[in-house]
Each structure stands twice: as structure tokens, then as C-alpha cells.
């Protein structure tokens, strides 16, 4: 099988598929295994919310809320690894920018203990920047919803002073 039938095959991603395509680690990667996979046009990834995430130190005491920011993050990493399982090879994970969040609604929210499915469908690409709209849902109900746009690019944006 020739390696783009078998992109096209591929269908799940476990933890380690994820940290070969996302240059994310801990405790920054926010997508513990994506289900399903259809080409480059959608994903369902997943994340398990435990009481123990950094995030939860602040955010708030004795009323533990995964910030609104992290799911979208979440979102974009599941399509991030969505598309860089479609581009050329690569030794290390691209780094990905965002450029755009359009639409962002915060439903629900996301509580220690709850399972995250972060669904996004691929709008459109044109090269590298890509174009997704996603929804976080927890048991079925979205908690989170925006449009995201993103950059991949090879070597790091340096800012100028």
C-alpha cells in the first residue's frame, strides 16, 4: 500500500500518533486520543478532564472550570493533527499558528471528570492555512463552539523589536 492510500486509511490516532504530528507536550497537548478520522475533512478527538490539571489550580478554587480558552486550544490541536497527518513528512512537528478565532460561544461549562469530544470539519485549505469550524461537546451537548484558522509553518516567527 503506497503511503497516501494509507493516509487515507487511517482513521484513529492514539497519544503517540498525536505527539509525532504536534509539536504540544504536557501540559499543553489537550487531545488524549482522536476516534475518527474521515481524510483531511473532520475528527473527533478526545480529552479526559481530571481534577489534577494545572489549570484547575486557579481556575477556580473549590469550583474547578476548564477555561474557555483551553477547549478552543483543544479544538485546534485535534484539526492540527488532522491536517499535518495530510502534509509532507517531517522529522520534527511543524509549528502552528493560529491567524483567526471567528464565532467563539462558551455553552456549558466543562467540569473535572467530564470527557471532552472535540469535533471539527475542515471549511477550506489553501496550502498551508487552514480553516475549521468546532465544537466541543461534552455527553452529546455542546459547551463550546468557534471557527479557527491556522498557519503551519516550518521555522519558528521570531518577533522583532
Known sequence: MNESAAKKKLDTAEITDIMRLLPHRYPFLLVDRIIEMDGDRSAIGIKNVTANEPCFQGHFPGNPVMPGVLLIEGMAQTAGALC???LEEFKEPPLVY???INRARFRKPVVPG???HYHVQKMRNRGR???FRAQ???EGTVAAEAEVSAVII???MIPTL
Do not use: G, I, N
Open 154 to 156: 516550518d521555522e519558528p
Open 114 to 116: 467530564d470527557t471532552v
Open 129 to 131: 492555512v487552514w480553516r
Open 84 to 86: 499535518m497527518r495530510f
Open 136 to 138: 466541543a461537546r461534552v
Open 98 to 100: 493560529f491567524m483567526a
